[in-house]
């Protein structure tokens, strides 16, 4: 067990193969998100104005980041944390060195963030920015210190409510909801032009990508209740629709794709995207707020309403190809914004 997971609580396992590990009391009220790699676990704490830095394998205590404003999403590089916060002057991504667990940058912006993504190699934060009717993404550029944007449509009621890069880097997804329906626009990040938008019925309420470039696509709605759309990387097709609870808010996706973790109302929900079968189920002391694999995917941290992060033992993902030089872009033509 993992030295700073001191803190057993009422982590129970219905007919699991899953191992409980251990788990943090963050203490700082409710978590908004969480997020992790191979060493580190960044925790928004929304009613605390800071950002909770846990090292899993250190037995040292937690590190308390204060921020300016209320964090509510997070994402996490080798060495950085980009986190979204909010106040009364303006939504913000906030840069977080976790060497130092201290602030080294913020970039103020227009509009309401609604989603953060960052690129695998850490140089550029993605923010989602929805203003009274259009939509657009804000792209950080961290090593030029400057801010670009990928416009991505308008309409009243338009909202992004996820993105995901996926690992080559060149690909941006993401997930515009709007009063029709929703869809996945696909962003060509080195021309930053929208190449593709693919077209989904229920709200999107996460996107996640697999190393082979698989994109799975979480929604729901009262009727169709939880589906994970699966999207083939090359013909943009979805290739199965995968039931996915009743109300699910959040996902984390081993590296193969084989294994999905949902973030459902009071369990997280464990999925074979293989067979779309529902082979465990995890609950918590308190309702899940959010989870995350680490890096090496051998380990969940399921995150509570109550400010608890739990540590679940799960198996690796098997070794995986990523064949992203047979799916490079074709010759790329300037497209306009998408219409939503």
């Known amino acids: 067990m993992a030295s700073v997971f001191v803190r057993a609580n009422a982590a129970a396992l219905n007919d699991s193969q899953t191992a409980f590990a251990g788990s943090v009391a963050i203490d700082r009220g409710p978590i908004a998100d969480l997020t992790a790699n191979a060493d580190t676990i960044v925790v928004a704490n929304y009613g605390d104005n800071s950002v909770t830095v846990v090292r899993p394998d250190s037995a040292g205590a937690p590190a308390v980041v204060p921020v300016e404003g209320e964090p509510f999403a997070v994402a996490l590089t080798d060495d950085r944390a980009f986190v979204v916060t909010s106040d009364l002057d303006a939504d ?19 509009f309401s963030v609604t989603a953060v993504a960052a690129s695998p190699d850490g140089k550029r934060a993605y923010a989602a920015r929805a203003g009274h009717d259009h939509v657009d993404v804000a792209v950080i550029d961290i090593t030029a210190d400057r801010v670009g944007t990928v416009d991505i449509g308008a309409g ?21 909801t709007t009063s029709r329906g929703s869809r996945v626009v696909v962003v060509d990040t080195e021309t930053a032009k929208a190449r593709k938008s693919i077209a989904f019925g229920a709200p999107i309420r996460d996107l ?33 629709s995968i039931g996915a609870g009743t109300l699910p808010i959040q996902m984390a996706l081993s590296a ?39 890096a090496e995917g051998d380990r969940l941290y399921v995150a509570d309403v109550e400010g608890n992060v739990t540590a679940f033992r799960v198996a690796a993902p098997a070794p995986t190809y990523s064949p992203f030089d047979a799916v490079a872009f074709d010759a790329v033509r300037e497209l306009a914004p998408v219409g939503v």
């Open 92 to 110: 913000a991504v906030q840069v977080i060195d976790t060497r130092t667990n201290s602030v080294v940058g913020c970039y103020p912006l227009a």
């Open 156 to 176: 009243a009621g338009t909202t992004i409510d996820a993105l995901a890069a996926d690992p080559s880097g060149r690909r941006l997804y993401v997930a515009v």
């Open 208 to 240: 996640a990508v697999a190393a082979d470039g698989t994109v799975y696509a979480l929604t729901s709605d009262l009727q169709a209740r939880g589906v994970i759309e699966v999207v083939d990387p090359k013909t943009f097709a979805i290739t199965a």
């Open 256 to 294: 193969d794709g084989a294994r999905a973790y949902v973030v459902d109302y009071d369990q997280v929900a464990v999925l074979c995207t293989l067979t779309h079968e529902v082979v465990e189920t995890i609950t918590v002391g308190t309702r899940p707020a959010a989870a995350a694999l680490n």
